[in-house]
Nanobody
Framework: QVQLVESGGGLVQPGGSLRLSCAASGSIFNINAMGWYRQAPEKERELVAQ???????KYADSVKGRFTISRDNAKNLMYLQMNSLKPEDTAAYYC?????????????WGQGTQVTVSS
């Protein structure tokens, strides 16, 4: 099992910045990738940013150049630095781990942290 706990969400004005953190614990080995997803009301959950075990990163087109994903393997932490925030970034943000298990891949999720961008 993998436990994930997000923090760092909140209310910020348009153009502002926030940094989300995700603390991982438990069976944190054989990790394929870690990432951040978000879900706005009445919308599907979408990938925001992902970092693989080889440190390759990918981003949703809507956040490229504004968001940066990073990880601190020594502390089992993952971050999402969000700059130039827009109202359309408002959503619940979820930490995700994709882990290799017997028979395939399993996804683990945190409980989510709310980000609200509003003046």
């Amino acid at each position: 099992q993998v436990q994930l706990v997000e923090s760092g969400g909140g209310l910020v004005q348009p153009g502002g910045s926030l940094r989300l953190s995700c603390a991982a614990s438990g069976s944190i080995f054989n990790i394929n990738a870690m990432g951040w997803y978000r879900q706005a009301p009445e919308k599907e959950r979408e990938l925001v940013a992902q970092i693989t075990s080889g440190e390759n990163t990918k981003y949703a087109d809507s956040v490229k150049g504004r968001f940066t994903i990073s990880r601190d393997n020594a502390k089992n932490l993952m971050y999402l630095q969000m700059n130039s925030l827009k109202p359309e970034d408002t959503a619940a943000y979820y930490c995700n781990v994709r882990k290799r298990v017997v028979g395939g891949i399993r996804d683990y999720w945190g409980q989510g942290t709310q980000v609200t961008v509003s003046s």
